[in-house]
């Protein structure tokens, strides 16, 4: 049984909303403390030392904001998102959750993990072979 197109878009609108607001969700756990995107950005010098990763982690936390306000537009105007855009959410978290895994005594909060599972699943419903 098929999605119809517009099922099929009001799902990855709906993905995108619960995307954005996973984010507001802890995302990194670090001892006792619990950053979601709003501590982040000026948090993330204490979690990275090395200054690659600092850069690229503050990118990717700017893009966990950016990538599905991009796929939500594709799907809002074209229907349906293609593979390379559809993807995009479901990479930079996985890079992130990766980059937090190498640093040292940070861990991937909540927030993160539905993040990642949501970016799935959308992925899922958006992209069509």
């Known amino acids: 049984m098929a999605i119809k197109p517009i099922h099929q878009k009001i799902m990855t609108l709906g993905g995108c909303l619960v995307m954005l607001l996973a984010t507001l969700l802890p995302l990194v756990n670090v001892k006792s403390y619990r950053w979601n995107m709003l501590e982040l950005p000026h948090k993330i010098d204490r979690l990275v030392e090395h200054t690659t990763y600092n850069t690229l ?18 799907a809002w105007f074209k229907g349906r ?10 990479l930079m978290a996985l890079a992130l959750i990766v980059i937090l895994f190498m640093t040292g005594p940070s861990s991937p909060g909540i927030g993160l993990w539905l993040y990642t599972v949501v970016a799935i699943a959308t992925f899922a419903i958006t992209y069509k072979p």
Request: proline share 11%; aromatic share 0%.
């Open 57 to 74: 982690g503050k990118v990717l936390v700017a893009a966990l904001v950016v990538c599905p306000l991009i796929v939500a537009l594709v």
């Open 81 to 90: 998102a293609p593979k390379l855009v559809a993807v995009l959410p479901l």
